[in-house]
């Protein structure tokens, strides 16, 4: 086992969590994490709070972020870590990435709207610590807070996941760039929480070939969505693609979050975690 209690993805109010970064780093800290990343959607607004939070508690930092991606007709979550934030390419593909939540939201608004759910958008936008980064969880909280649905789980399953009416299909960015955005600014690419997806074997494998082709270096392997069964089948992958493992809660909010920061079983022993290759970029 690697033991390292290390927590490589979570995400504050700057995209879809519910706490600062700073109170994610003291949470971080009294949970044990030794080894810690905020990973925004699409974002990298809280980086330097976040640096600047686990420096004065004395934990160690590596930068993050988590880029949607569109593949095979699927969104695909690709956690970057350990990147310069200052880089130009990196600064600017997070922000076309984000460019058209806000159009998609009022899309999303609208399809909401034809079932009776009215004033989604404004509801939404209130939830929104960044309006920028206006996402499917903020809906989901509104539409919880207001009563139609008990918790943002029901939200997801009865409105907001593919062929319901609030989804709206969305062109993220394309897997290559998303990759040479982060190692062209010296970080690494990761393949986030891979048993969230709806692939086929042969999509999953496509996924797992491209990604390791355009540069991408690992899967996170341990990750607050994965049953044990499900971080043994992605060690598997690890080891047949030759990928660095990396473990990550992907931690939103106390309330929502079945798995705390730094909550989480160990990386098998046999795995190159990420920290290992990225020791020069620990802050
Ligand atoms: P978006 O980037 O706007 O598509 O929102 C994606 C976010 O919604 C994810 O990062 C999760 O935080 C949340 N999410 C996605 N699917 C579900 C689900 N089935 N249940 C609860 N939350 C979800
Ligand atoms: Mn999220
Ligand atoms: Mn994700
Ligand atoms: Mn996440």
Redesign the pocket.
Known sequence: MSILNADLHC?SVVS?GTLTPEALAQRAHSNGVQLWSLTD??EIGGQQRAATAAKEVGMQYLSGT?I?VSFAGH?V?IVGLGFDIHDPRVVAGLQSTRGG?HA?AQDMAAGLAKVGIHGSFEGALTYAGNPDL????HF?RYLVETGVCKD??E???RF??EGKPGFVP?RWANLKDAIAWIRDAGGMAVIAHPARYDFTPNEEFALFTEFKAHGGQAVEVVTGSHSAAEALEYAGMAREFGLAASRGS?F?SPD?SHTDLGALPWLPGDLTPVWELLQHRIQ
């Open positions: 995400h879809d959607h699409d988590e949607s969104t979550h939540r998609r206006i996402s499917r969880t989901a943002t789980y939200v997801f399953r907001l996941t969305h992907d939103h929502e």
